[in-house]
């Protein structure tokens, strides 16, 4: 599976970027040029939101890839948080202990989703 992402800008000068699909080492890169190109077009984004619900996939690569983005995005003072990530990519941020980077997202969809914040 391929990776598209998209781009919209929401309310309060927040924009939100939005992968679909497998992040990992063909495409990570994707993901940090889509946060540079925001914090390049003109007005600086108050604030950007990874909305992570269609990432089915991330590897090490893809995780390297958000923390990078995130610092880019810190270099020019704007906050980047991660939004609704799917079950696997929250799984992710979990274990490596990234959750809170990103403002401690809860898991998208399911009644489930409090099982992977408490491991019960």
Known sequence: MT???T???LANGVVEVAPSGEIDVENAYEIREAVAAQLTEGRL???IELNMQSV???DSVGISALVAAFQLAAVSEVKLIV???SRFAHR???VTGLLGL???PM???GADAEHLVTGA
């Open 92 to 94: 992710q941020l979990w």
């Open 102 to 104: 990103f403002g401690n």
């Open 83 to 85: 939004t609704r990530p």
């Open 45 to 47: 984004p108050e604030r």
């Open 7 to 9: 781009m919209s800008t």
């Open 3 to 5: 990776l598209s992402i």
């Open 107 to 109: 898991p998208f969809g």
């Open 56 to 58: 089915t996939f991330i």
